[in-house]
């Protein structure tokens, strides 16, 4: 299994600002991710963060909106920039091992925009 | 892609009851999964499980992938178990990206 960690747990952002949560994973990961979660909603998939090259981002998200990061295997960022209150959500990375593709979560992120 | 539905959206339940909860996909999965978000917002992975029956304590899974289904029950139920249920699967064969349900919600009442 994979322990996953993140930070901020949450913050509370003024708009047109930008926050940048890190996530760290106890164990190498061959997949890395990154989930958005809106108030009382099922996740919905921002991007697979990718070692060392350009993330692969879903339909919806660009990459000027959420540059991500993953310069090893074991670490990854995501910046929500220039916020609004409609970015309010909880924002969660998770991996899998490969193998049996079992995906681990880390704990989120809860952000609030005013 | 894929297209996930969970049934029911809500349960309720009182302590010591048994629940099934159902989970049904559009395409033929082989990465179906089953995740527990506590009332913290934590999402525990519960079972994979692509085919086959699986049993972790008082929680099993059943997934019939010929029929694109699969089960989650829950016996004997605790008020540790209130919290919402995902089902997940590749939205195509072969990628390890989840798309998810919209989730049971599930509360147990002493």
């Known amino acids: 299994s994979a322990v996953i960690s993140q930070k901020p747990s949450r913050d509370i952002c003024q708009r047109g600002t930008s926050l940048t949560i890190q996530c760290q994973v106890d164990s190498q990961v061959t997949m890395m991710f990154w989930y958005r979660q809106q108030p009382g909603q099922s996740l919905t998939l921002i991007a697979t963060a990718n070692q060392g090259s350009e993330a692969t981002y879903e339909s919806g998200f660009v990459i000027d909106k959420f540059p991500i990061s993953r310069p090893n295997l074991t670490f990854s960022t995501l910046t929500v920039s220039n916020m609004s209150p409609e970015d309010s959500s909880i924002y969660l990375c998770s991996g899998d091992t490969g193998g049996t593709d079992t995906q681990y979560f880390g704990p989120g992120t809860r952000l609030t925009v005013l | 892609g894929i297209q996930v539905e969970q049934s029911p959206p809500d349960l309720i339940l009182q302590e010591g009851a048994n629940s099934t909860l159902r989970c049904n996909f559009s395409d033929s999965v082989n990465n179906l999964q089953w995740f527990h978000q506590n009332p913290w917002g934590q999402l525990i992975n519960l079972f994979y499980?692509?085919?086959g029956t699986k049993q972790n304590g008082r929680l099993s899974a059943t997934t019939v992938a010929t029929e694109r289904y699969s089960l989650l029950y829950i016996s004997s139920s605790q008020t540790t178990d209130s919290g919402v249920y995902f089902c997940a699967g590749p939205p195509q064969g072969g990628s390890e990206k989840l798309v998810f349900g919209k989730g049971t919600k599930l509360t147990v009442n002493p």
């Open positions: 499980i692509p085919s």
